[in-house]
Antibody
Framework: EVQLVESGGGFVQPGRSLRLSCAAS????????MHWVRQAPGKGLEWVSG????????GYADSVRGRFTISRDNAKNSLDLQMNSLRAEDTALYYC??????????????WGQGTLVTVSS | IVLTQSPGTLSLSPGERATLSCRAN???????LAWYQQKPGQAPRLLIY???SRATGIPDRFSGSGSGTDFTLTISRLEPEDFAVYYC??????????FGQGTKMEIK
């Protein structure tokens, strides 16, 4: 059974940093690209960042480029999102999401339950 | 690519047929269009990929169709558990991915 378990969310002041992690199990982690997708309270889905199987291809939404950094550790079956210079508009539930292909940029077949990030003074 | 879903809210009764629309402002390459279902307090779940292929475990009352810029998700006979929010998404091209704004299906 595929499991994606996010951690690291919390309450943080604007301008500060936070690091999210996702522990993956139930599939061969380094066979698939991975993504972060967020959902602001009461709003729709927004893709944040993605990384292919070997970290050779990485993409970011314009809204986070230059502030967020995605990374993965295939030996530990883990996906991270380093979030710097956080803004109030980054407040959202952050989902760890499995791509259906190694090379990535395909549809998302499994989602974690999310970790909540709240940015407020 | 910008995806526009309609209607914003759909009020129907169990047993009725639901038709949800997703329109793109430019052609979606290779019909790389997916649909997701999200129930309150839950993560989204993949329903349809490739515009018309059902994901594993999805009941056959869910079907997808369309090509180019116009896509449709149809639920043939609504079950109580189908009342949720539905999102379309285009994929396959260079990021960023885009989602539609969602259609909320509520019980009439």
């Amino acid at each position: 059974e595929v499991q994606l378990v996010e951690s690291g969310g919390g309450f943080v002041q604007p301008g500060r940093s936070l690091r999210l992690s996702c522990a993956a199990s139930g599939f061969t982690f380094d066979d698939y690209a991975m993504h972060w997708v967020r959902q602001a309270p009461g709003k729709g889905l927004e893709w944040v960042s993605g990384i292919n199987w070997n970290s050779g291809i990485i993409g970011y939404a314009d809204s986070v480029r230059g502030r967020f950094t995605i990374s993965r550790d295939n030996a530990k079956n883990s996906l991270d999102l380093q979030m710097n210079s956080l803004r109030a508009e980054d407040t959202a539930l952050y989902y760890c999401v499995k791509d259906s292909l190694a090379s990535g940029w395909y549809y998302f077949d499994y989602w974690g339950q999310g970790t909540l990030v709240t940015v407020s003074s | 690519i910008v995806l526009t879903q309609s209607p914003g809210t759909l009020s129907l009764s169990p047993g009725e047929r639901a038709t949800l629309s997703c329109r793109a402002n430019q052609s979606v390459s290779s019909n790389y269009l997916a649909w997701y279902q999200q129930k309150p307090g839950q993560a989204p779940r993949l329903l349809i990929y490739g515009a018309s292929s059902r994901a594993t475990g999805i009941p056959d009352r869910f079907s997808g169709s369309g090509s180019g810029t116009d896509f449709t998700l149809t639920i043939s006979r609504l079950e109580p558990e189908d009342f949720a929010v539905y999102y379309c998404q285009q994929y396959g091209s260079s990021p960023p991915y885009t989602f539609g704004q969602g259609t909320k299906m509520e019980i009439k």
